[in-house]
């Protein structure tokens, strides 16, 4: 089964610069976008539902702003729109789809702004997602979860994190509790298979920058311990463009 999440920042300006051709060639089970940036009522069919899958939007009630999607081949099980809290659901930040064999949850974290003004409401929805996490799999479910986190990890997920240790997505409490998410019992899958630096999915739109491999990985999957046997393959999809992020695709044996 093979899984995609992309950041678009922005699906009308991602689809003018290819995203269907994209969407065709990989012939995904399931691709999660965030920050589409667009109501459903303002793309058209072939924007809201490429291929004739079936799609699922949840936008942010400010237009142009935030929004994330699931795209899927086969209609899930069961899906829930938002986390419950009027705070993030207003920002469209979140899908659930049960598939059966496991839960994903699609979610466009919130970036804590450069004043770091933002903080306070990112570690709140931070919490949120690993408290929907740790009741889901109590439940008996396997957990993946995609998206862009806004958080560098460890030093090696940044190209200069000497001086973006002040910064947001680098910031010692949004590390924190990614350290402390993956120690309660989940995987970065992509470290899984790849512990080296210099693998980034966002770059400034700054010339040059993403030419010369200044960047951030920003965007991944991760799983409950238990779901991470079955995790085959991960790729960040660094030549394809269209966005400041790259997408960055999973396969998981059936």
Not at 1 to 22: C, E, P, Q, Y
Not at 213 to 228: E, K, M, P, Q, S
Request: glycine fraction near 8%.
């Amino acid at each position: 089964m093979k899984l995609a999440t992309w950041n678009v920042n922005g699906i009308r300006a991602a689809h003018k610069a290819g995203f269907s051709d994209w969407f065709e060639a990989l012939g995904a089970d399931v691709v999660c976008l965030q920050e589409t940036k667009a109501q459903p009522d303002q793309l058209d069919e072939a924007v809201r539902n490429p291929g004739r899958h079936h799609a699922t939007w949840h936008s942010a009630e400010k237009k142009g702003y935030s929004g994330v999607a699931i795209i899927s081949k086969r209609e899930p099980n069961a899906l829930q729109v938002g986390l419950g809290d009027p705070r993030f659901d207003a920002e469209g930040r979140v899908l659930i789809a049960e598939y059966g064999a496991f839960t994903l949850i699609n979610a466009y974290f919130p970036n804590s702004q450069r004043d770091h003004a933002r903080l306070p409401y990112k570690l709140d929805f931070c919490a949120r997602m690993l408290a929907e996490c740790q009741a889901r799999v109590k439940k008996g479910q396997n957990v993946l979860v995609c998206g862009d986190f806004n958080i560098a990890h460890q030093e090696i997920d940044l190209a200069n994190p000497k001086t973006n240790k002040k910064n947001a997505g680098f910031l010692p409490e949004e590390r924190a509790w990614m350290t402390q998410f993956l120690a309660a019992g989940y995987a970065d899958t992509f470290r899984h298979f790849e512990p080296g630096g210099g693998h980034y999915t966002w770059w400034s739109n700054r010339p040059g920058v993403r030419e010369r491999n200044i960047g951030w990985r920003l965007d991944t999957f991760v799983c409950n311990a238990a779901l991470l046997d079955r995790v085959e393959k991960v790729e960040n999809q660094i030549r394809v463009r269209g966005s400041d992020h790259c997408p960055v695709v999973i396969e998981l044996l059936d």
